[in-house]
């Protein structure tokens, strides 16, 4: 797909992965839709980008409410025209273990509402923005990209029951949806992150992300700009479908 003044919608825009993408998508032309929760950030992430020739705007949604993203999507098209790309990278994380026990006694569990509130952002959020977009596209009579963004955690990690699952459901619905949206000439892709340089990870201890650093076979995190790079090639290349990208620096083998 040819990026020049098509409409692209990033959740979870305003930092982070989001913000990368919105950049290296933008400079290539392309009507940046950033969709977030923080009215806040995203005056500072459309500014930033604004300085540095991006076309991009901000639309204020929650990703969990079928309304909220309803609305944000008519919004988008009002202002911009329908959108030919959505990337659904919104989440969150809300870790812990399934069960701590101590001496044969549980004394801790993965509540429901923390195992809920990762499944409504990081799924059901993905499923109504994804739903929406291919409804716009459809109507608007155009081919579109839909870009799912996972995580390697998708395979299973400790402490990250929740996460995990939904990160495992979002590559689901990308081959559900490749599989259900071609002949509408709409293609799906998931691009599913290592350890990442982000707000996140700076937020950790020194010795811990050393830890990390050196799991990887590459020995070092990556930028988000290697995710943003992964995104535009789903965009680029127009026989790329319902398959996965991990961007891991080879943790994943």
Not at 161 to 169: F, V
Not at 190 to 214: C, H, K, N, Q, Y
């Amino acid at each position: 797909m040819q990026l020049d003044k098509k409409v692209v919608a990033i959740t979870g825009g305003a930092r982070g992965l989001g913000f990368a993408i919105a950049k290296r998508l933008g400079k290539r032309g392309a009507q940046i839709a950033l969709v977030d929760m923080s009215a806040e950030a995203l005056d500072g992430a459309v500014s930033a980008l604004g300085s540095e020739g991006v076309s991009a705007h901000a639309f204020v949604a929650n990703v969990a409410d079928e309304q909220s993203v309803q609305h944000v999507f008519a919004d988008i098209a009002q202002r911009l025209g329908p959108v030919s790309g959505c990337v659904n990278n919104a989440g969150i994380t809300d870790d812990g273990m399934l069960i701590k026990a101590k001496g044969g006694v549980v004394e801790k569990r993965m509540s429901l509402a923390s195992w809920q509130r990762v499944l409504d952002v990081n799924l059901t959020g993905v499923f109504l923005c994804g739903r929406e977009a291919a409804t716009h596209m459809v109507e608007a009579g155009h081919e579109g990209v839909i870009v799912n963004i996972s995580s390697i955690s998708r395979a299973g990690n400790m402490g990250q029951s929740n996460y995990a699952a939904a990160k495992a459901g979002v590559h689901a619905l990308t081959v559900t949806w490749g599989k259900e949206l071609a002949r509408y000439g709409i293609r799906t892709s998931t691009v599913a992150p290592g350890f990442i340089e982000t707000e996140m990870t700076a937020s950790m201890r020194p010795d811990m992300l050393e830890r990390i650093a050196a799991s990887v076979p590459l020995k070092h995190l990556g930028e988000p700009d290697h995710i943003a790079q992964s995104v535009a090639f789903v965009f680029d290349n127009d026989y790329f479908t319902a398959r996965i990208i991990e961007c891991d620096g080879g943790l994943r083998l």
